[in-house]
């Protein structure tokens, strides 16, 4: 923080110095006339407090209140986040992991009034979600930022960062872009972020990042604390592209293919593969449709549907990823395929993605939490069991903990009855547990790691009392 001070500083400083020096020169060097208008401000202050003041009174304290399965119970908890008014009618930009299970969400707007707030739209592999401020008839029109175009930022470019660090109600800090398309592994499905070393702090969360213009050109989203200060937004342009599906409602909808890519220079992996055009294929999903259409390890994909694709580096990668999200379900896709020294042509029909996280139960007699096997946030579980559902969390102390079950176990019967969904689930506890029945036993069968296993589910010790 200190250094980052300090080096602002010197570049005030400096651009002071500068200045000096020029009004010293002699009359035939003068600065021309129209670099000297005093319509264009070149004072770094200057520019950043004209920028802060476009976006800042649409800068939103976002606090929702969530509903979350930890520790085996069923809790609700205060967050704090932030947000940035993109519509004079009250919509509002902030992260998924911000508004993500909330019962309800609270929002403090720049001149001090409090509104509630609901989700409209959410995405959680760009984690962004779109939320509509509770605004009442009569109500002023609200404060809206303007979505830039993060196309044109460059590395060096000055920025701001705007939000509600720390649950602080607001602040600013001031940074440059370190790189204009940031891969992260494990973390750019779709996005390749922008990068900056304005300082973000948790609370940031869904707050805006700002250019020298006034213009919203990403969503702050993630920052690595312990590594210099390094944060990610969420560009501006990917923003807009989603921004019609969010306001349609529910969660963004993609076609799933199941396919796994790999850039023609796999820096990270020490694999090259000859050539200057196409993706390889890494591997297909169990089940998927990739697999279906007979895709193999090594394939070299050169069109979709008549477009070239390619993918040189791992920056390339999400774009590519994005057009076959962008595929029309059910539709058959063709792809140009090189296999072995031959060309041939590879129908691909894409599904629906479907939900990305499954639903959860609290079992509060027995102290633990039971979850939907979902196999995209359950991958491992999934490859043994393709329904049904698992152990997602036991309390400690707690009767399903001492009885020895364990998260990730998949219940397969409980008291001689199969589990195969999460309502048969909530059935065959809600039975076992009414008060009255007298039965403090279950015999539980569960896959554990691939293994069968048998658990007596002791529930007669009441941890609470």
């Known amino acids: 923080m200190a250094a980052r001070h300090s080096w602002t500083v010197a570049v005030l400083c400096l651009s002071f110095l500068c200045s000096s020096l020029l009004s010293e020169q002699p009359e035939t060097q003068a600065v021309p006339p129209a670099r000297a208008s005093a319509a264009a401000p070149t004072d770094l202050e200057q520019i950043v407090v004209r920028a802060k003041q476009a976006v800042f009174p649409s800068v939103v304290f976002v606090k929702p209140v969530l509903e979350t399965f930890e520790g085996g119970e069923k809790k609700a908890h205060e967050v704090a986040g932030s947000g940035v ?9 902030t992260n998924w992991h911000v508004v993500e299970k909330a019962r309800r969400i609270r929002c403090l707007l720049y001149d001090g009034r409090s509104m509630d707030a609901r989700v409209i739209g959410q995405d959680k592999e760009t984690d962004l979600a779109l939320i509509q401020l509770d605004v009442g008839a009569g109500t002023p029109a609200l404060p809206a930022a303007r979505l830039g175009n993060s196309d044109a930022m460059s590395e060096g470019d000055f920025v701001m960062a705007m939000g509600a660090p720390w649950g602080m109600s607001r602040s600013v800090s001031l940074g440059i872009i370190m790189c204009t398309r940031r891969y992260l592994p494990g973390g750019s499905e779709h996005v390749l972020w922008l990068q900056t070393d304005a300082s973000l702090s948790p609370g940031n969360s869904g707050g805006p990042l700002v250019n020298v213009e006034g213009e919203v050109i990403g969503i702050n ?64 999903d169990p089940g998927s449709p990739a697999e279906q259409a007979g895709f193999q390890v090594g394939d070299r994909i050169l069109e979709l549907n008549g477009a070239p694709v390619t993918a040189r580096s791992a920056e390339d990668l999400p774009a590519i990823r994005q057009a076959f999200a962008r595929l029309p379900k059910g539709e058959v896709a063709v792809l140009k395929v090189e296999r072995a020294g031959s060309v041939l042509a590879v129908e691909l029909t894409p599904r629906m993605k479907g939900e990305v996280e499954g639903e959860e139960l609290e079992c509060a007699r027995w102290q633990m939490t039971v979850k939907t096997i979902n196999r995209f946030a359950d991958p491992d579980l999934y490859f043994h069991r393709q329904t049904g559902v698992f152990v997602s969390g036991v309390k400690e102390p707690g009767n399903a903990r001492a009885s020895g079950l364990r998260v990730n176990d998949i219940l397969l019967t409980v008291d001689g009855r199969a589990i195969g969904s999460l309502d048969e689930m909530k059935k065959v506890y809600e039975e076992l547990s009414e008060p009255g029945k007298g039965k403090t036993k279950a015999v539980v069968e569960v896959l554990r790691n691939g293994l069968q296993r048998v658990v007596v589910l002791d529930y007669s010790w009441k941890y609470e009392e």
């Open 221 to 284: 989203t993630a920052a690595a604390l312990l590594a210099g200060d390094l944060g990610f937004a969420l560009p501006s342009n990917l923003i807009k592209e989603l921004l019609p599906q969010l306001r349609a409602g529910g969660e963004l909808q993609r076609s799933w293919s199941g396919l796994r890519l790999q850039p023609l220079n796999d820096f990270e992996r020490d694999m090259y593969f000859g050539g200057d055009r196409g993706v390889i294929v890494a591997g297909s």
């Open 85 to 93: 008014i993109i519509s004079p009618a009250g919509e509002c930009l």
